[in-house]
């Protein structure tokens, strides 16, 4: 097989001043990923190294850098799924753990489980020799001054513009009273990421890692780590990673109605197309997936103003696009 790499970094309306950040994080992601693959390397060590490139990188809404909840707390969800054996391992809601797809990985490979949740998935996570962090280690000040203005005033696009927020309006608007009409929120901004490969053996790998949404309740989960909603896959006819509003990506199913129409004979672009369509039809939803068919080819598609996407793809062709 013709080894394919592609990757997302959320769906959602990137503020203008994030948007070479955003770009230059999937390069890495993908060079990452591609660095492993065109060696001949595995679709599973793949997707985790351009993942994890991405949960390390602050411009995501995955790993360090994440939304905080309600509470002002980082707390995390990721799977990653083996589309040979149907396997997938994922943690959700967890607070303490840098690189959360590393973890996914080791529930798929060291226990019979699919998804461990919370602290136990913690407990997990030490007994399998990884270290756990502080809490606070995966907080930076935009998401704190943006979890400020969310939590008081109900989540806007421009509390997550750095540019805004490192601005004098900051304290202005921090220091104003809040008036009602702010209180429902008028965007849910991402930055979730994920990955999807294939290798020179034919193996199909999927992979989504998030924070979730803004100022989420504490416990909440939502689609990335679920199977068929934030990722899915199979050989027989594909692998997808959705990111999006999560609570209308889980009334569909995204991850697994893409690859349903895949296996019913769609191509690539028309799966992709066709689930976000079904996404707004059927909820009213928007978000974004990415995806590869089970011969490697690539497409994605989003309702959202943007999404931080990269492709790679043999003889060395790497392109990343908002
Ligand atoms: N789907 C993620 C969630 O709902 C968020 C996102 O992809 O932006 O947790």
């Given amino acids: 097989m013709t080894p394919s790499?592609?990757?997302h970094g959320g769906a959602f309306a990137v503020p203008h001043s994030r948007i070479e950040a955003c770009k230059q994080g999937c390069r890495e992601a993908l060079e990452a990923g591609w660095k492993i693959l065109s060696?001949?390397?595995?679709?599973?060590?793949?997707?985790?190294?351009?993942?994890?490139?991405?949960?390390?990188?602050p411009e995501y809404d995955a790993g360090i850098g994440s939304h905080l909840n309600r509470d002002g707390h980082v707390s995390l969800d990721a799977i990653v799924m083996d589309g040979q054996t149907l396997r997938s391992g994922a943690v959700a809601a967890v607070e303490r753990i840098r690189n959360p797809i590393r973890?996914?990985?080791?529930?798929m490979e060291a226990s019979h489980h699919m998804?461990?949740?919370?602290?136990?998935?913690?407990?997990?996570?030490?007994e399998h020799g990884f270290a756990l962090c502080r809490p606070e280690d995966l907080i930076i000040e935009r998401e704190r001054r943006a979890w400020k203005l969310c939590t008081r005033f109900g989540h806007?696009?421009?509390f997550h513009d750095p540019e805004f927020l490192f601005s004098p309006q900051y304290l202005e608007k921090l220091s104003s009273q809040p008036d009602i009409s702010e209180a429902v929120p008028k965007s849910r901004d991402g930055g979730t990421v994920g990955a999807v490969a294939m290798d020179r053996e034919g193996r199909l790998f999927a992979a989504t890692s998030t924070g979730g949404t803004c100022s989420k309740v504490p416990g909440r989960v939502g689609d990335s780590p679920i199977i068929g909603c934030g990722c899915y896959a199979d050989v027989e006819a594909g692998g997808v990673s959705s990111t999006g509003w999560g609570e209308a990506i889980m009334k569909i199913v995204m991850a697994k109605s893409a690859v349903d129409f895949l296996r019913a004979g769609r191509s690539a672009q028309e799966a992709a197309d066709e689930a976000i369509r079904l996404l707004s039809a059927r909820t009213g939803g928007t978000g974004g997936l990415i995806l590869l068919d089970r011969s490697g080819t690539p497409a994605f598609a989003f309702s959202t103003p943007h999404m931080v996407w990269g492709i790679a793809t043999a003889p060395e062709y790497l392109r990343v696009g908002v």
């Fill in 5 to 7: 790499l592609i990757i």
């Fill in 39 to 57: 060696a001949g390397g595995s679709a599973l060590d793949a997707v985790e190294a351009a993942v994890i490139s991405l949960e390390e990188n």
């Fill in 103 to 107: 973890l996914a990985r080791t529930v």
């Fill in 115 to 126: 998804l461990l949740a919370g602290t136990g998935a913690e407990r997990f996570a030490l």
């Fill in 156 to 158: 806007q696009r421009q």
